[in-house]
Structures are given as structure tokens and as C-alpha cells.
């Protein structure tokens, strides 16, 4: 019997009720399959979505999406084949944060970077299933091995974790290696403790060093759908602090959602409805993640 979930289908969106800027990037996606040339390895911790790259933009261009950054998901582990292969195919509106281990050579790094790779993941999360990190994650305990060489080639730390968590390991890694980290779904915030909790005040202060960056991502935090408003406090105080160090990202196909998948256009309406200044929002839809990932310039 194989240790491999089924695949399931990802859930597309509809229409955000307004028209996105012209550039507009989802910061936070993933991609898989196709299955018969990239199969996910067993065991995995969940069902794979069926998201394979036309797939994928087939969710942009229904969302209104111009852009995308892909993150390699945690069942790849540090095989970015399918990663590669999608960037290739979209090089010029896409681009990639992979997945090395301290073990990866010269060679590894080379590859992921003429692929428009622009950063490294580490993850440390727990599978709430077993307690252990997720099968194929790269915790932060590699990540002063191979910052040198991510230095060397422009990739930037990106890290999934709770705030507590990064409250504690983050001032001295970005101290030890001198690189701003970028933090997935809104830093992993701790609702019950409010904006007033001493971790997310520490993330407050890095963002407003222009320390770290913070994706602006819902669906990890909480499951007050649809309209998300425990988490709404959080997103004024990190506008408020330094909106040029903000993006937005759906983390679409939801992985381990299944059924209770959001919509992305629903939560673009989320965004536009917590961000009313126009000017802002293209900001952290366009303007940032272009000056992070190197997209081009747009009208």
C-alpha cells in the first residue's frame, strides 16, 4: 500500500470584486505535478493538490494575477525539479524560492540561481499529525551554513514559523549573517495574545528596520472565514509600521485545506477592503515584491 495520498483538486478562485494594478504579484504559491514526471515522494504529510504550472495560471488569470512567486512545497523536499521546469516556462512573470540542505554544492546553488530562483525556505513548523517538522523541510538550524552562499547569490532567507518562535531566533540570525529574512503568513501571529504580545512587537520593530519582510497571508492564522477580522488588527499595526516592506500572498492551492480552501479572489477583496488607499495597495501587490524578486517595471 503507498504511503502517498491521492491528489485532490485546488480550488480556483473567481474574480476579485475590483480590478487588480497592472503587475499585481501573489507573493505565496505552489505548484505540483505533473504527477507522471514529478511524483511527490512517500511518505507525505498530506494530499498533493492537483496544481501543475497551467494549472496555476490558470488561478492568475482568473484572479487577475500578474505575477507569482513560486515556493517549493515541503514534499519535494530538496528536488526543485518541478520548480524549475514551471519557471522556466513563465520566466519572465515568475519566480522561485527553493529548498537546499547545508549539503547542496556549488552546482545546486548555480542551477537555482540562472532559474530565477531568488531565495531559500526553511520551515519550522510542526506537522500536527506527528509533532516533527514536515517531511522534507529545512529547519533554521541550516540556515548559518548556507547563508555565505546565499549571500553570494542573492537569495534571501524566507521562513514559515510561529511568532514566538521567530521573536527568539530571528535578531540573532539576521545578526550573525547580515540578511533581512522574508516571514510567511503574517509572522505566524498568536491571536489570542493580541498586537500588544511581546513576540509580534519584536517582528514590529525588525519590519521597522527594514530588518525582515512580511507576507501578508491569512489562511495559516485562523478560521474566522470569511471575513478574517481577528486578524485584521495585525495587518493595520505592520501598514502602519513600514508598508514598503510588505507583500501579499494567497498560499494557494491550500495545501491540508482541502474543503476549506478559500477563495483567492475572495481574499484579494479581504486585502482591498483592510487597505483602501489605492496607492498602498499597488505597493504591496506590485511595487515591493517587483524590487524583491526582480520583475520588471510596469506602466
Known sequence: ?????????????????SPLPD????????????FDRFPVPAPSSYAPPIAP?????????RAGLSRAVLIQPAPYGTDNSALLEALGQRPETTRGVGV??????????ERLATANIKGLRFNEMRDPRGGGRYKGSIGLDQYLLLAPRMKEHGFVPHVWAKCATLAEL???AIREAGQPFVIDHLAGIDIEKGTADPDFRTLVDLLKDGLIWIKLSLCRNSTDTPGYESQRPFHEALTEANPDRLMWGSDWPFVRMYDKSPDVGHLLDVFAEWTPDAALRR?????????????GATA
Open 100 to 109: 537546499l540542505s547545508a549539503e547542496a554544492d556549488d552546482a545546486d546553488f
Open 283 to 295: 505597493r504591496i501587490l506590485v511595487d515591493n515584491p517587483a524590487s524583491l524578486y526582480g520583475f
Open 170 to 172: 530571528l535578531p540573532s
Open 1 to 17: 500500500m503507498s504511503d502517498v495520498l491521492e491528489p485532490v483538486a485546488a480550488r480556483m478562485p473567481e474574480a476579485p470584486a
Open 23 to 34: 503587475g499585481a504579484c501573489d507573493t505565496h504559491t505552489h505548484v505540483f505535478g505533473p
Open 53 to 61: 504550472p497551467p494549472v496555476h495560471q490558470e488561478m492568475l488569470d
